[in-house]
T-cell receptor, first 112, second 120 residues
Framework: SQQGEEDPQALSIQEGENATMNCSYK?????LQWYRQNSGRGLVHLIL?????REKHSGRLRVTLDTSKKSSSLLITASRAADTASYFC????????????FGQGTTLQVKP | GAVVSQHPSRVICKSGTSVKIECRSL??????MFWYRQFPKQSLMLMAT?????????EQGVEKDKFLINHASLTLSTLTVTSAHPEDSSFYIC????????????????FGNGTRLTVT
């Protein structure tokens, strides 16, 4: 079964606005990762946050992690049309199987 | 950066035929690669873990005789969909773990661009 659930499933905003996506997971983790997928393409790693971190920034991306609630959020500030894509959170399960399991994803549309 | 090449990007085949998909790590070595399947507007479902020099590990519900995986070198894993049927039509994505990354066990994966398989 999927490790994570994400909401919203779909998000449509205007260019320049901020986009926030949320992810929840089920088991304890070593880290949580966010990936981006352009339509019909592979995934690109965006950012990794370790279980002992609460917040991390990378350019226009801000990720938070709340291990007590088993949740994470991805904020994209000042969105651009080029940010239109699907975004997935992913975790390695606590059993150390080495398998990266993905959440359901959020499809983001940024209108110019 | 680490590049994973997946080939072909698109393939159309007739029902009953077999299709081979290649996944290559171009500038790093990967003892472990992963094969995912993705249906339209859905997430990635892990199919199997490919290990160089040993048998692949399949997820529950994935038929190993249907989806043959070979990982004969540190830079190449192949997925063969045997006797393909229309229900096998899907987007298949491979990913690889870089051996050189410290603590690569929990590191980000590098993904190919996927293969769109259509079985008619």
């Amino acid at each position: 079964s999927q490790q994570g659930e994400e909401d919203p499933q779909a998000l449509s905003i205007q260019e320049g606005e901020n986009a926030t996506m949320n992810c929840s997971y089920k088991t304890s983790i070593n880290n949580l990762q966010w990936y981006r997928q352009n339509s019909g393409r592979g995934l690109v790693h965006l950012i990794l946050i370790r279980s002992n971190e609460r917040e991390k920034h990378s350019g226009r991306l801000r990720v938070t992690l709340d291990t007590s609630k088993k949740s994470s959020s991805l904020l994209i500030t000042a969105s651009r049309a080029a940010d239109t894509a699907s975004y997935f959170c992913a975790t390695y399960g606590s059993s150390n199987t080495g398998k990266l399991i993905f959440g359901q994803g959020t499809t983001l549309q940024v209108k110019p | 950066g680490a590049v994973v090449s997946q080939h072909p990007s698109r393939v159309i085949c007739k029902s009953g035929t077999s299709v081979k998909i290649e996944c290559r790590s171009l500038d790093f070595q990967a003892t472990t690669m992963f094969w995912y399947r993705q249906f339209p507007k859905q997430s990635l479902m892990l199919m199997a873990t490919s290990n160089e020099g040993s048998k692949a590990t399949y997820e529950q519900g994935v038929e190993k005789d249907k989806f043959l995986i070979n990982h004969a070198s540190l830079t190449l894993s192949t997925l063969t969909v045997t006797s393909a049927h229309p229900e096998d039509s899907s987007f298949y994505i491979c990913s690889a773990r870089d051996n050189a990354v410290y603590s690569s066990y929990n590191s980000p994966l590098h993904f190919g661009n996927g293969t769109r398989l259509t079985v008619t």
